[in-house]
């Protein structure tokens, strides 16, 4: 089932927006008339929307962001929705914490969470005047253990659930809506092992509930209804999008 939104006459900055999930929402977005701006250290992707602003920033350098928003702000006059899709999750050298290398561990927090510090900063100031929502993705591995463990991302992705329910706490008064989303196995760059391995998905999908991986279109679902006004006393809470991994015994 298709769900139109409308996000007329909104502006969104979304970061992560070169590719997977954040493309995905930015076009979405994009498609429900809100004035786009999209966030991400690689060039602009071919499926971005003529309409949609791209800005080439590398989210982890606080003075780039701040100028990339204060951008976004620029071409519409007002700010009204965050989305904090960018992250990294290098399989093979995110290890356990007693074995990975602390600079690696440093950069990992530093993108997957530090970057959401910077966003938050620099949006925060141009939404108090007429509220706005924002949300950012964690990820259901931070709620369990891992025999296979990438700590530094489980880690740092926690941080990002933490830190969402403080700004939803601090920043309420000023009608800023502040969710997290927990997203499952997804069909996305960032899970581009799978295609080395085409059993793997399927393999995946039999442990899952509704019998299957998630697709971007799955979680820009679940973020625009997050960043609607049919979410408007939703905030400071989590919202697991996993086809039902999370119930399993």
Not at 185 to 209: C, F, I, K, N, Y
Request: net charge negative; glycine share 10%.
């Amino acid at each position: 089932m298709n769900v139109v939104w409308d996000f007329s006459g909104r502006s969104a900055v979304v970061t992560g927006a070169g590719g997977g999930i954040g493309l995905r929402i930015a076009r979405d977005l994009a498609a429900a008339g809100a004035d786009v701006t999209a966030l991400d250290v690689k060039p602009r992707a071919a499926e971005l929307p003529d309409g949609a602003n791209h800005v080439e920033v590398d989210v982890t350098e606080a003075g780039a962001v701040e100028a990339a928003v204060r951008e976004a702000y620029a071409r519409s006059g007002r700010l009204d929705c965050l989305v904090n899709a960018a992250g990294v999750l290098w399989f093979g050298r995110d290890r356990s914490l007693v074995d990975i290398d602390l600079d690696l561990w440093d950069r990992i927090v530093t993108v997957n969470l530090k970057s959401v510090v910077h966003t938050v900063r620099a949006a925060v100031p141009l939404m108090r005047p007429t509220g706005g929502a924002m949300v950012h993705f964690s990820t259901i591995q931070c709620l369990r253990g891992d025999d296979r463990p990438q700590d530094a991302y489980q880690a740092s992705k926690a941080g990002v659930i933490a830190l969402s329910r403080s700004i939803a706490v601090q920043f309420g008064r000023h009608g800023i809506r502040s969710n997290a989303l927990l997203p499952g196995p997804t069909r996305s760059p960032m899970q581009a092992r799978w295609e080395a391995d085409p059993g793997a998905t399927e393999a995946l999908a039999g442990h899952v509930p509704l019998g299957r991986v998630g697709e971007t279109a799955d979680m820009a679902g679940a973020c625009l209804f997050l960043l609607s006004d049919a979410a408007s006393w939703i905030t400071g809470t989590e919202l697991i999008v996993d086809g039902g991994i999370t119930a399993l015994p």
